[in-house]
């Protein structure tokens, strides 16, 4: 297995990083894109540890954690379930400035902040 596991973390972190630059920049629905990559990314290195195999070309979060059989506190659970929902319409969006006034400074602080919070249980899961 190597540590490929530990690729996927590292590279979860940077990308964590990078949503507080897009934040610092006004990228608002961008911050929200970086934390889900993030989060699929520390996911998919869990994965890889548990499983022991390549991860699958997903972005959904649950059916990830529904394959490495892990399940987070209720609050986590919920947020998660914002993000998922809320990568759909930054990946695929419809009309810009509409998704702009969705994802606001406010917003995406929350989204960032939450998304730390679940990349850290993330890691205690190793």
Same mark, same amino acid.
């Given at each position: ?63 990830? %954690?529904? !394959? #490495? ?5 209720? /609050?986590?659970? =919920?947020? +998660? @379930? ?13 009309? %810009?400035? !509409? #998704? ?5 400074? /406010?917003?995406? =602080?929350? +989204? @960032? ?14």
């Amino acid at each position: 297995m190597g540590d490929k596991h530990e690729e996927w973390l590292k590279q979860a972190d940077y990308d964590m990083d990078t949503a507080d630059a897009m934040h610092s920049s006004g990228r608002y629905f961008y911050t929200v894109f970086m934390c889900h990559l993030s989060i699929e990314k520390a996911l998919k290195g869990l994965y890889y540890k548990v499983l022991d195999e390549v991860p699958p070309k997903t972005h959904n979060l649950f059916y990830l %954690l529904n !394959k #490495i059989n892990k399940k987070p506190e209720l /609050e986590l659970e =919920k947020f +998660i @379930i914002k993000l998922n929902t809320a990568s759909v319409a930054t990946r695929y969006p419809d009309d %810009l400035e !509409k #998704i702009q006034s969705a994802y606001t400074e /406010e917003v995406t =602080k929350d +989204i @960032i902040t939450k998304s730390k919070d679940l990349l850290k249980w993330v890691k205690t899961q190793f």
